[in-house]
């Protein structure tokens, strides 16, 4: 928890383009966009797999899910988007904070790789 990019960036001790906050998550703009538009959005909770959620944290992730589309206007995601969530070694996960990807902003292909 204290080494993770997330948690820091929640604390203030790394900058970021934050978008919106509440008590529950944050949304920031990634650092290196893989669409046109590209946010992830963290719960504050610190845990790393769908598989560890404790009911606490599966609260937080339900407001993600719900704060997302009641933003869809201010974050310019009408034309569409895509959420991902990236688990463990096969998916890529980089950063072991749970955290839902928004890409939007342009058609988007459909292949794994
Ligand atoms: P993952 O690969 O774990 O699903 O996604 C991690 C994401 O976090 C990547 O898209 C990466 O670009 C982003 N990321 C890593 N470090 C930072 C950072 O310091 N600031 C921001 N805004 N994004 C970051
Ligand atoms: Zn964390």
């Given at each position: 928890?204290?080494?993770?990019?997330?948690?820091?960036?929640?604390?203030?001790?790394?900058?970021?383009?934050?978008?919106?906050?509440?008590?529950?998550?944050?949304i920031?703009?990634?650092?290196?966009?893989?669409?046109?538009?590209?946010?992830?959005?963290?719960?504050?909770?610190?845990?790393?797999?769908?598989?560890?959620?404790?009911?606490?944290?599966?609260?937080?992730?339900?407001?993600?899910?719900?704060?997302?589309?009641?933003?869809?206007?201010?974050?310019?995601?009408?034309?569409?988007?895509?959420?991902?969530?990236?688990?463990?070694?096969?998916?890529?996960?980089?950063?072991?904070?749970?955290?839902?990807?928004?890409?939007?902003?342009q058609?988007?292909?459909?292949?794994?790789a």
């Open positions: 928890m204290e080494d993770c990019i997330f948690c820091k960036i929640r604390k203030g001790e790394i900058p970021s383009q934050k978008v919106y906050e509440d008590d529950a998550m944050m920031i703009k990634d650092i290196d966009p893989k669409a046109k538009n590209h946010f992830l959005c963290i719960p504050k909770n610190h845990f790393k797999l769908l598989s560890e959620m404790t009911e606490e944290d599966a609260a937080q992730l339900a407001r993600c899910f719900k704060t997302i589309p009641a933003l869809e206007k201010e974050l310019g995601l009408e034309g569409g988007y895509r959420l991902i969530v990236n688990q463990g070694d096969n998916a890529g996960q980089s950063v072991f904070h749970l955290h839902i990807h928004i890409l939007s902003g058609k988007m292909g459909w292949t794994p």
